[in-house]
C-alpha cells in the first residue's frame, strides 16, 4: 500500500467521518427498529437503549484502545470510540426529549428517563471495562 494512501487513510478526519457516518445510520436505524416493534409509548425506549448501548461499546473501546501502549492501536479509538460512538449515542436527543416531557408536565416520567439513564449508561460502561480489562 503507498505510504500516501495510508497517511490518507489513517487521518483523523477519515477516521471519524467513517466511524461518525456508521455511528449515526446505526443510531438512526437502530431507533427506527425500536420504534416500529415497540411503536410510539409513552418512555422514549429507542433513544434509550442506544445511549445505554453506546456506552457499553465506548466501555469496550476504551479499554481496548484508549490507552494502549502501542500508538498504532490508539487510533482505532478515533474510528470507534469518538466517530462510530459520537455518531451512535444521543444525548442531544436525549436532552430534547426529556425537555418535551418536562413541557409536557411529566416529570416524573422525566426524571426516571434522566436517572435511568445515567445510571445504566455508567453501569453499562463500568462493567465494560471490567471485562475489558480481564480480557487485555
Known sequence: MPEWFAACVLHPFTLLMVGGGIGANA????????????????????T?????????????????????????????YLLLGTGFC????????????TLELMREGRTGTAAAYVFGSVAAGLFGVWLAMKLGERGA
Open 27 to 46: 443510531r438512526y436505524w437502530l431507533g427506527k427498529w425500536i420504534r416500529e416493534v415497540h411503536g410510539e409509548i409513552a418512555f422514549p425506549w429507542a
Open 48 to 76: 434509550f437503549t442506544i445511549n445505554v448501548a453506546g456506552s457499553v461499546v465506548l466501555g469496550f473501546v476504551a479499554s481496548a484502545f484508549l490507552h494502549h501502549p502501542n500508538e498504532s492501536r490508539r487510533v482505532w
Open 86 to 97: 459520537g455518531g451512535f449515542t444521543t444525548f442531544s436527543t436525549f436532552s430534547l426529549e
